[in-house]
């Protein structure tokens, strides 16, 4: 084919050239394009909000599972062993602006929504320092004693939000004993109408957020 040309195969191995800048350039192009869909496609943003939330729904109930066991290690007496009805508490990022999961102030029924406040009344929140925030031994975000349990805390801290500002807080309530936790989802697939919706499919009060506990209705 080469002899009818009039070119040996050698003649033309040795004329060949590299990619010419178009080349190069529709190939880059082709890359950039192929790189924006994957992107588009995988939404790394919503795959870190989903991450999140993940870890969210394990905080809670892994201290699900200590409050259980410390209510059935220790002799729990008193009106509210597990803390003071009817405040929730909340770990804070330190910043005395801040929201957190509230109770109404003039009845028991949540009221559903993020308020801000800083008052220490019936139907309030109580902020927990940031210094302080993930002890175990009461003066935590969570006001129980869990050193107080026969084998020592479960955990050596307690976990908080891995975003802890705004409304992206854990909150934390009790009765008696019983007890409820909650948090804000952020990605669409764990929140309302997501494919693995927590917070409107966890049979608590609220169908904005995810709540975990041993009495969802308070």
């Known amino acids: 084919m080469f002899r009818n040309h009039g070119m040996t195969l050698s003649r033309f191995l040795s004329g060949a050239k590299g990619f010419t800048l178009i080349e190069l350039l529709v190939v880059i192009a082709i890359v950039a394009v192929l790189a924006v869909v994957v992107i588009l496609t995988l939404n790394p943003a919503e795959l870190l909000r989903q991450a999140r939330d993940s870890n969210r729904i394990s905080d809670l109930g892994t201290m699900k599972s200590v409050l259980s066991i410390y209510l059935a290690d220790v002799n729990v007496t008193g009106t509210s062993p597990l803390g003071t009805w009817p405040k929730v508490y909340t770990n804070s990022n330190g910043n ?123």
């Open 96 to 218: 005395s602006a801040y929201t957190a999961y509230m109770y109404s102030a003039t009845n028991t029924l949540n009221t559903g929504a993020y308020l801000s406040s800083t008052a220490n009344a019936a139907g309030a929140t109580t902020q927990v320092a940031s210094t302080s925030q993930r002890n175990v031994d009461g003066s935590g975000w969570i006001p129980v004693n869990f050193n107080a349990i026969s084998s020592g805390s479960p955990t050596g801290n307690l976990p908080i939000d891995p975003l802890n500002t705004g409304s992206n807080t854990y909150a934390y309530a009790a009765s008696s004993t019983v007890f409820k936790f909650t948090a804000q989802m952020e990605s669409a697939k764990y929140s309302v109408g997501g494919g693995s919706d927590v917070e409107s499919n966890d049979g608590g009060i609220s169908t904005s957020t995810f709540e975990t506990g041993t009495k969802l209705a308070l």
